[in-house]
């Protein structure tokens, strides 16, 4: 696995609509400013062009129809999930900001990209820093 994108992004990546399933270039995840979301950046694993989404954190059980089934009195509480794992099960879609040729004019406005989506495969938290780990890296 990448660090990075192999080359620099591509341009010429014609416009695909295609799922790349896992991607195996690493993504990074950060905390908002405001601390009220997160944010992951990477590469798009079609373009390689660097991609961006700001994911924002919600109260449980919020906006739902109804009780979560957990606030029943005989129903056990879940575990809370991690922001990782709510990355994790995230698709994300490339935002490169380039308009890649044979973009249909069908697609969401502003959402300007080379058409993939994908899930995440390296994720690595960028707020924390790796200095001190002993790994050297």
Request: proline share 8%; with cysteine.
């Amino acid at each position: 696995m990448s660090d990075g994108p192999a080359r620099g992004h591509d341009f010429d990546t014609v416009y695909a609509d295609l799922d790349k399933g896992r991607a195996t270039t690493r993504f990074t995840w950060r905390d908002t400013d405001d601390g009220l979301g997160v944010v992951v950046e990477g590469h798009c694993p079609q373009c390689r062009g660097r991609t961006a989404r700001e994911i924002r954190r919600v109260l449980p059980g919020t906006g739902a129809k109804g009780l979560p089934s957990w606030l029943r009195r005989d129903a056990p509480r879940p575990e809370p999930e991690t922001d990782e794992e709510v990355l994790r099960a995230e698709r994300y879609f490339c935002a490169c900001g380039h308009p890649h040729p044979n973009r249909p004019s069908e697609t969401y406005p502003g959402r300007v990209g080379c058409g993939a989506s994908w899930t995440l495969g390296v994720l690595v938290r960028s707020d924390q820093g790796d200095a001190g780990d002993g790994s050297g890296a």
